[in-house]
């Protein structure tokens, strides 16, 4: 969005702060003259502050830091200062160049300052651009509406934009039929730091695209051609190499779970972020191959990729239209809605787990002594033992151990008391314990039951 100033037109680029979203933020620091900086007064620096500053410092673009929430009881700007000096960010008050400005979005406390403190830097900096020219400028966001095509937020960075303007954006183009501004009126024109919504793409741009006013439409469409050729050969070679490596690292790893997923988002943003979070879930055990990640609704085409690979497909903000959902229906494949990123990354997360192997952890039941040894007629060696501890279970593992070294380990063959089968015997009874496939027993030899337990894991 923009504001009217009297000294002259800001435009804000707000990208979230959620650490899910790096792409966005690397975009918008790439897009914009100057960075607002915002840090929490309670909470401090935190992962995503510190990515700010990396890719703010890596796009040489000033920073302005704007200390939010200072009207709260646990607010500390000194801590604030502190942290953001260990990142290399000075304030002007402990003799370096970056303006701390502290507010409060809540109260409206040092709005008006934070403003002037940007107006300064723009002063300094000198920005200026052509407005009589053909515009230039960068794709912010990028989605497929139903109603109205592929739908790109642009930011104009130089010339002027204007309806009916044949554009290029990375390897789609097409020509202008609509612009809206932010708040959703139709507009002419889009001059310099104006941000708009085009319509009239061929295709949905990818996020990040130059975008430029093209003289020819022809000569648009032969460039987008070659592009969308090179990006295709691009991403053959990358997901060849993927392929490889991947072979060769299961070679040498054993058998690793993959759980394969389409995903489908309503903008660009929302569907890298997704697909950055449900990335990092993966461990040496189960893998997570994002199948395919695009914009726009569910369709057919998705379904028939999901069944072909054997993938969840995930909607973000976005639902399957009735073939697909038919489709899907038929062929068992799961669809899964959510709006939320946390939800989605919860939920697989559990389905990671139960893909993981389960812990196979021993419990010792019980422990006897050999008092004595005999053979017993179509039995063979027996051994006479007394319970000390717990119980003897005929389902359970055993280890001997003689003189307190284990001599061998195997399974109960069967149990008798008296003359009976039985299938447990507990603490201070005699019985007659007959080792499978284990005759070397002697009186006064250790017998330790165990039992082997699954213990389902989690991520």
């Known amino acids: 969005y923009h504001?009217?100033?009297e000294r002259g037109m800001v435009s804000f680029l707000d990208t979230p702060g959620h650490e899910a979203f790096t792409a966005m933020r690397a975009r918008g620091a790439q897009a914009t003259d100057i960075v607002i900086l915002v840090v929490a007064a309670d909470d401090g620096v935190m992962p995503q502050t510190k990515e700010a500053i990396k890719h703010a410092k890596a796009a040489g673009v000033p920073i302005v830091v704007a200390i939010n929430k200072v009207d709260k009881q646990d607010a500390n700007l000194d801590r604030v200062k502190q942290e953001?000096?260990?990142e290399e960010v000075v304030p002007e008050e402990y003799g370096g160049e970056v303006p701390f400005v502290p507010v409060s979005a809540k109260t409206g406390q040092g709005i008006d300052d934070l403003l002037e403190q940007v107006l300064l830097q723009a002063e300094v900096l000198e920005l200026k651009a052509p407005v009589d020219?053909?515009?230039k400028g960068l794709v912010i966001e990028a989605k497929l509406d139903k109603g109205r095509g592929p739908v790109a937020t642009v930011l104009v960075q130089s010339g002027t934009l204007k309806t009916g303007d044949v554009v290029l954006a990375g390897s789609t183009y097409g020509r202008v039929?609509?612009?809206?501004?932010?708040n959703g009126r139709t507009i002419k024109t889009a001059g310099p730091s104006i941000p708009v919504e085009i319509q009239g793409l061929t295709e949905v741009p990818q996020a990040g695209d130059e975008?430029?006013?093209?003289?020819?439409?022809?000569?648009a469409r032969e460039i987008a051609t070659y592009r969308a050729g090179k990006f295709r050969n691009t991403k053959l070679a990358r997901q060849q190499a993927s392929n490889l490596q991947n072979m060769f690292t299961d070679l040498s790893a054993g058998e690793v779970q993959t759980l394969r997923l389409i995903i489908k988002a309503d903008v660009q943003g929302s569907q890298e972020a997704l697909a950055q979070s449900l990335l990092k879930l993966a461990t040496?055990?189960?893998k997570v191959q994002i199948v395919y990640a695009g914009v726009g609704g569910i369709s057919e085409n998705d379904i028939n990729l999901a069944i072909a690979s054997k993938a969840v497909v995930i909607g973000f903000n976005v639902r399957a239209d009735a073939g697909a959902r038919k489709l899907a229906e038929g062929n068992g494949v799961q669809l899964n809605y959510y709006s939320i990123i946390y939800d989605a990354v919860d939920e697989i997360k559990v389905a990671m787990s139960g893909m993981l192997a389960p812990e196979r952890r021993e419990e010792i039941i019980g422990t006897a002594e050999i008092r004595t040894v005999f053979v017993a007629s179509k039995i063979g060696t027996v051994a006479g033992s007394y319970v000390?501890?717990?119980?003897?279970?005929?389902?359970?593992?055993?280890?001997l151990l003689r003189d307190n070294v284990v001599v061998y380990t195997g399974e109960v063959d069967s149990i008798k008391r008296m003359k009976d089968d039985v299938r447990e015997v507990r603490e201070g009874f005699e019985c007659g314990i007959k080792l499978k496939n284990y005759n070397d027993i002697k009186e006064g030899d250790q017998l330790e039951f165990f039992e082997i337990k699954e213990i389902a894991r989690t991520l």
Do not use: C
């Open 133 to 135: 020219a053909a515009a």
């Open 388 to 399: 000390t501890s717990g119980s003897v279970n005929r389902s359970a593992h055993f280890r």
């Open 211 to 219: 975008f430029m006013v093209m003289a020819d439409e022809r000569r």
């Open 84 to 86: 953001l000096v260990a």
């Open 177 to 182: 039929r609509a612009m809206l501004d932010e």
């Open 3 to 5: 504001v009217e100033t």
């Open 284 to 286: 040496d055990e189960v």
